[in-house]
T-cell receptor
């Protein structure tokens, strides 16, 4: 069956430009998460959406980062005025619900390079 | 705050030998523990989880993990390693407190299985 998809798979941008990263979760999954994987840093939680509830934005590193989820499905992560330290792989995941026993299914990620 | 530690950056094992990838956690509350695997240029794949019940959890690809509450550990094991098991392994913990439904990941352990 279809898994979590992300686009683009790779994005190269210049410092100061804005970028948008897209995530299509598994159909029927109400919870959606964004993580960042930096070299040598492991995975860092960014933001979490559950149904129509207000998102948990506690992991966003600065106000240059924002995300939205339209219609409870597709999500877009936007990074404004990109900096070189934003270079990382951005991973999206979805799960059936936010319950602790629901494993998260990850997309292949978007590799962002800021020159 | 919850945290996960993976004390080994890399584990080397010969094919056919047993393998162990270590994980310890620190949480206030009952932990939900997960193992994920990441193959090169791929997203994370779910391996197994501990929610409650038997301390020995069996997962995909012949992997298993043992939950040890007194030692706050959740080590990943496999009786006989394969070269194809070579990948990056992440331990993660989730505690259901309020909106804290996000996973906290360890920094990852690279498993290298050689002939």
């Amino acid at each position: 069956g279809a898994g979590v998809s992300q686009s683009p798979s790779n994005k190269v941008t210049e410092k100061g430009k804005d970028v948008e990263l897209r995530c299509d979760p598994i159909s029927g999954h109400t919870a959606l998460y964004w993580y960042r994987q930096s070299l040598g840093q492991g995975l860092e939680f960014l933001i979490y959406f559950q149904g129509n509830s207000a998102p948990d934005k506690s992991g966003l590193p600065s106000d240059r980062f924002s995300a939205e989820r339209t219609g409870g499905s597709v999500s877009t992560l936007t990074i404004q005025r990109t900096q070189q330290e934003d270079s990382a792989v951005y991973l999206c995941a979805s799960s059936l619900g936010s319950g602790g026993n629901n494993e998260q299914f990850f997309g292949p990620g978007t590799r962002l390079t800021v020159l | 705050a919850q945290s996960v530690a993976q004390p080994e950056d890399q584990v080397n094992v010969a094919e056919g030998n047993p393998l162990t990838v270590k994980c310890t956690y620190s949480v206030s509350g009952n932990p939900y523990l997960f193992w994920y695997v990441q193959y090169p240029n791929r997203g994370l794949q779910f391996l197994l989880k501990y929610i409650t019940g038997d301390n020995l959890v069996k997962g995909s690809y012949g992997f298993e993990a043992e939950f040890n509450k007194s030692q706050t550990s959740f080590h990943l094991k496999k009786p006989s390693a394969l070269v194809s098991d070579s990948a990056l392994y992440f331990c993660a913990v989730r505690v259901l407190t309020g909106t804290a439904s996000k996973l906290t990941f360890g920094t990852g352990t690279r498993l290298q299985v050689t002939l």
